[in-house]
Every structure is written in C-alpha cells, then in structure tokens.
C-alpha cells in the first residue's frame, strides 16, 4: 500500500491512512502477512528540499537554514498531533534527523557545491521522516508495525538522482528483512523514493520515485495487489476540463495504460509500476478521500468491456509537418533520410502517416522546427501547420471488435480529420486534428463510447 505525499500532508490525512490499512487489515482476517506500507515526504516537502539544495549551491546558508527551520517546525507538529505514547521518542527521532540534514546544507552551502549524490542525501530526508512518523503513528493506536529504513532494502546503482534498482539484491534484502516481519503480522513502513547504492551511500530513484518503490517491494514480495492511494479516484476515460462528466475506468491494461499516459492522462506513471507488470501483480489507484470507491486496477492484461473503447485522450498544441517528395516515388531509403533530420535535431516525432509520396509527422517540440524545415529542403517540399492536436481512443477491444472505428470515424464525421492512424498494435486510433476542434471532437466521442445507456 503506497500513500503518495498529499496522502500523508498532515495529520488528518495520517488518521485516513492508519484508518485505510486497519480495515484493510479487518477484511482480510485470514491473511498470511499484513499489508506493506510506503509513503512519500509530506506534500510540498521535496520541492522545499529541492529549493534548499539550490539555496546551498548558491551560498545563502541562512535562508537555507530557515528554509530547514520552517520544515523541522511543520514536521514536528505533524509528529506531535499523530502520536501520544511514543510521542517523546517520534519527536526525538525526528530532530536527529534533521539535525543531520542541517548539519549537511550548512556544509554545502559553505562549499557552495551540490552534487547528485549530495542532493540525494538533502532530498532523501522527506521520506526517512514520514515513515517514521506513520510508522509510529500506526505503534500508537496498538497496530503492530515496524519501521524499514527503505536504504538497507532497496540497492541501487550509483547514478544519483535517477538511481536504477539492483532487484536481485532488493529482492534478497526484501525476502530477509521485510517478510518476516509482515508474516508476524506487523505493517512495515518503508520511505519510498530512497535507497542506497551497494556501498551505502544515499540514492534517490528520481522525482515521483515512491510509486516505483512500491512496484519494486511488491514486486519482490510477491504482493496479492500493489495499491496507489492518491488523491484522485483513479484513471477517467477522459480529461474532466474538456469532457463533461467522464467516467471511471474500472480497469485497463498495462498497454493501455501506457499510451494513455503519454496523452498526459497520467495518475501514475507506467514504467514506474513495470516491476510489479513483469511479475503480474495488479497495480490498483485508489483515492485516499473514498476509499470505499473501487478505483482502476491496471494489469498486463486488462478486461475490457464488451463493446467498448477503455479511454480517450488528447495532446494539445501540436505542430503538423507534411513532406512531399516525387522522388519518393517507388524509391528505398527515403524515410531513412527523413528521419535522420528529426534525430539530428533531437525532435521526437508522435504520430506518423504516409502515403506513396508523403509524409506528415507530428512533433510538440518546435524549438527547432525552422532548421528541421530547412534540412528537409534539400531533399523534399514541407510544410508545417501549428495549433494542431492529437487525439488517441484506446482500447483492448479494438483488435476484436472491427466497428470501433467505424463508429469513432462516425463521431467525428463533421469535424475535419487531418490525420488518422492505426497502429499494428491495433490498440489505439489517432486522430490529429485542428485544436480548435478538441472539445467538440472529444466530447462527441466520448457520447458515443461512454454516455449510451
Ligand atoms: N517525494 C518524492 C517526490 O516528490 C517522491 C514521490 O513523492 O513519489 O518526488
Ligand atoms: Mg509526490
């Protein structure tokens, strides 16, 4: 069970927490092992990690020190209002903690030096003071818990700031520190985001990391699920500020999942719940506000309803380039030559369409658009058309069910298409069309797929 910063940001939030666990803990009366818990920093304390770091580079040793103040000051309230019995040692823990950190920026700021593995150290602070406050939290109201330092789990390489997991070690360390434990019925509480390389020096798996953490002791646990508790009631089949009233997805894939959240439909992001996919465990967002609402489980295969698309998506401000060649024509080697202009200007492209003697890409990143127009010049006519848009329907039941696209193409009939494509995944069709046209088309589709009785 993750419960990501807003999720523990004070101590309402920690009593939803203990209550969501403990009746998880009541439901499943006849469980091997209780449930694994992984927080993230209080809401809001990464990013005044990350300031103080940069104050530190910069020299300002007492605003960083205020900066610190503010934090211990918001930490210790929170310790305060969560515990009673084990209140004096949480408290205690707590400023040694800190004491630590302000003893490391007072350093840097002398040295005006952060390095990656400095700023893991500052950053990883957050996450090794919320598990123990919850940890301790959970003592206090008699549930058997215990609290993991997540760095004597979790082994990573030595790429700070964006560590990479040693799950063989992890999964060793797991199995001898962490299962026991949950089989005598105690509720582990680990950090996430933390770990340590195999020499012990202070790692972070990069900024939204807790998510990751959990796949990966799940994933070495061999958990039943691995539950997100968040502050949304999980994936929507469609943005809330464009279509009205969209609907929860119950569950999708991990496919699915994947594509939607490159569209910026992202509660969680995919790659981070992959450890937990590669082993098949189910990946469940829930929201910590309504815990009694089911959530969207994602798995490697998903279940989709009969009929039915699984969510639609958009990416709004996209440029079009159309590239238009005669030499194209019944030639080899044409696209190669084409391509090689948007990777020498590092430009990724989205969608992509073609016909004997075009090319029309679409690319959200136009920072070089004028030289990548110029490149292709030498060898083709293009053009570009701003202020585009794509819009991506997903759907497991796409490959199966041929009518989708006649009725997605159908929803749309008034509205000029300037692309479409279907990849041979055949689990998703794209539409790009003007961004004008975004609301209209979206809310169409999303009547035809998601509003008929
Ligand atoms: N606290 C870390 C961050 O804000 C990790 C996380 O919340 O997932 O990036
Ligand atoms: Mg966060």
């Known amino acids: 069970m993750k419960f990501g910063g807003t999720s523990v940001a004070d101590p309402d939030a920690i009593d939803r927490l203990i209550g969501i666990v403990r009746q998880q803990i009541r439901s499943n009366p006849k469980a091997s092992r209780a449930p694994v818990v992984v927080v993230s920093a209080l809401a809001g304390v990464t990013d005044a990690l990350v300031a103080i770091a940069q104050l530190a580079e910069e020299g300002e040793a007492d605003r960083a020190a205020a900066a610190l103040q503010a934090l211990v000051d918001r930490h210790i309230a929170v310790a305060t209002a969560v515990t009673t019995d084990s209140r004096e040692r949480l408290v205690a823990e707590v400023r040694r903690e800190f004491d630590e950190l302000i003893g490391l920026v007072h350093a840097l700021a002398v040295l005006r030096e952060v390095s990656p593995r400095s700023r893991d150290a500052v950053l990883a602070a957050g996450e090794l003071v919320s598990s123990r406050i919850v940890a301790a939290a959970f003592a206090d109201r008699s549930i058997p818990s215990a609290w993991i330092d997540a760095r004597a789990v979790l082994i990573t390489d030595a790429e700070h700031t964006a560590a990479v997991p040693d799950m063989p070690e992890t999964c060793a360390r797991a199995a001898a520190r962490i299962a026991p434990l949950a089989a005598a019925g105690k509720v582990v509480v680990l950090g996430g985001f933390i770990g340590a390389t195999a020499n012990g020096m202070t790692s972070t798996l990069g ?119 005669t030499r194209m024509l019944m030639a080899h080697g044409f696209l190669r030559r084409l391509f090689e202009v948007f990777e020498r200007f590092k430009t990724a492209v989205d969608v992509v369409t073609t016909s004997e003697v075009s090319v029309s890409v679409t690319v959200d990143d136009t920072r070089r658009l004028e030289a990548i127009l110029d490149n292709l010049h030498n060898f083709a006519e293009a053009s570009c058309e701003r202020e585009m848009a794509i819009i991506c329907a997903v759907g497991e039941n796409l490959r199966a069910d041929p009518t989708l696209f006649g009725r997605a193409v159908t929803a749309l009939d008034r509205i000029p298409l300037r692309l479409v494509s279907q990849a041979a995944s055949r689990r998703n069709i794209t539409f790009v069309l003007r961004d004008a046209d975004v609301p209209h088309a979206m809310t169409r589709l999303h009547e035809q797929f998601f509003q008929r009785s």
Request: hydrophobic fraction near 40%.
């Open 207 to 325: 900024r939204g990391g807790s998510d990751y953490s959990a796949a990966i002791f799940g994933a070495c646990l061999d958990a039943d699920e691995i539950q997100i508790w968040t502050d949304v009631d999980g994936m929507l089949t469609a943005d809330p500020r464009i279509v009205p009233q969209p609907r929860l997805v119950p569950q999708l894939s991990f496919a699915e999942a994947s594509e939607l959240a490159y569209f910026g439909a992202k509660v969680l992001h995919p790659s981070t719940i992959l450890p937990a996919v590669a082993k098949n465990i189910p990946v469940r967002i829930l929201n910590s506000r309504r815990p009694e609402n089911g959530g969207t489980r994602i798995t490697s295969d998903g279940a989709p309803a009969a009929g039915q698309l699984t969510a639609i998506a958009c990416k709004r401000d996209v440029t079009v380039i159309d590239i238009t060649s």
